[in-house]
């Protein structure tokens, strides 16, 4: 019995999630945005979550979207800390 790549990656959802991380990891080092970095961190999660519940895509996709609130949330308010570095260039010279 054959199986095509999109067969392979249904059932195996954490190797797709996996994947995913690498390739957004990748838009990480072209942007240089940590924004990005936590949406490949998110993934990371999603992709522990597939490994423990296989076949629920919907609780992956929750978990995917929970991880990367939360992470953008946690990112936002350490910019807004005093003191904490911006992450952007300054404009002073």
Request: aromatic share 6%.
């Amino acid at each position: 019995m054959s199986m095509n790549l999109t067969d392979y990656l249904g059932q195996h959802l954490a190797l797709l999630w996996l994947i995913l991380a690498v390739m957004i990891s990748a838009l990480e080092l072209l942007r240089r945005d940590r924004t990005v970095a936590v949406l490949a961190v998110a993934a990371l999660v999603a992709a522990l979550s597939a490994l423990v519940v296989p076949h629920a895509w919907y609780v992956q996709l929750l978990v995917f979207v929970v991880a990367a609130v939360a992470g953008e949330v946690a990112l936002r308010v350490r910019r807004a800390a005093p003191g904490a570095p911006s992450g952007r260039p300054s404009d002073s010279v």
